[in-house]
């Protein structure tokens, strides 16, 4: 990998494992309690350097995962964490030349995830100020050519979804009524495609399956726990806390306009 240069987006990790993202600038200055860090340090220098502040402190410089900067990327909505944004691309089976409608998109992070995917997006957002944020935190960690295949318009998907933006393969629904959304959608959504909504409690997660009935198959509903481990040679144990709910995630597959699910409560005689 080349050597950092200006316009470099880099994290800073301290004694303690806490994370600073920053753009390097030529002559540019990193400024802490423990002194700061002239970013002509880190020019021209590798991933894991090692640099000292003006008072003595140490950092790792390395450049940031999709995990560091979802994590610690500037936000003006709640972003979706790292460990539910792998199982919605899984789910949702996001995939290279997939056309996603993403509604809800708030600071960007699962957009970022798909893109990184390979996926083309169309996201409507009704705040232009969150709709800004995710296409600068876009920008900032995927590149400008990102932006390419990232369509954000200021819409209302509770109101429609326009006919010459589909039609989707897949949709992720991140707002407080996806339900009232999943109407608008199957007009515009490929037979077979795949929809998943994320919600926070299990009364919209019930809401969300029960307007899945009619043309929609193999709907399940998940949630996620993510519990770490400390490992120091022999002695292990799971740490004392953990990342249990954030949200549930209701995926369905779409069967198409002219279609309907098969019954599950009739009764098939045996053949004898």
């Not at 316009?7 to 309690?33: C, I, N, P, Q, W």
Request: negative net charge; glycine residues 10%; contains cysteine.
């Amino acid at each position: 990998m080349k050597a950092l240069t200006a316009g470099d987006r880099v994290m800073l990790l301290d004694a303690k494992k806490r994370r600073y993202l920053l753009s390097l600038e030529d002559g540019g200055e990193f400024h802490t309690h423990a002194g700061f860090v002239p970013h002509d340090d880190i020019i021209g220098q590798n991933d894991g350097v090692i640099v000292n502040s003006t008072k003595g402190a140490e950092y790792t410089v390395l450049r940031p995962t999709l995990e560091d900067y979802v994590l610690e990327m500037p936000r003006g909505a709640q972003v979706i964490y790292p460990k539910d944004l792998a199982p919605i691309c899984m789910l949702a089976d996001i995939g290279p030349g997939m056309k996603v409608f993403e509604t809800g998109i708030g600071s960007g992070a699962l957009s970022m995830t798909m893109l990184r995917w390979g996926a083309d997006i169309v996201g409507y957002e009704v705040r232009e100020d969150f709709a800004n944020r995710a296409q600068a935190n876009v920008r900032e960690f995927l590149g400008e050519a990102a932006l390419d295949r990232y369509e954000v318009h200021i819409a209302d998907s509770y109101q429609g979804i326009a006919a010459e933006h589909g039609p989707f393969d897949r949709a992720v629904l991140d707002l407080p009524e996806p339900w009232q959304v999943i109407p608008h959608l199957e007009p515009v959504l490929a037979p077979g495609g795949v929809c998943l909504a994320y919600t926070p409690s299990i009364t919209q997660a019930m809401q969300v399956s029960e307007q899945f009935k009619g043309r929609w198959i193999d709907v399940r509903t998940i949630e996620v726990l993510h519990r770490g481990w400390k490992v120091d040679g022999q002695a292990v144990r799971p740490d004392h806390r953990m990342v249990a709910h954030t949200a549930f995630l209701t995926v369905a597959r779409f069967l198409g306009q002219g279609n309907r699910a098969m019954r599950t409560d009739r009764k098939v005689e045996r053949v004898r």
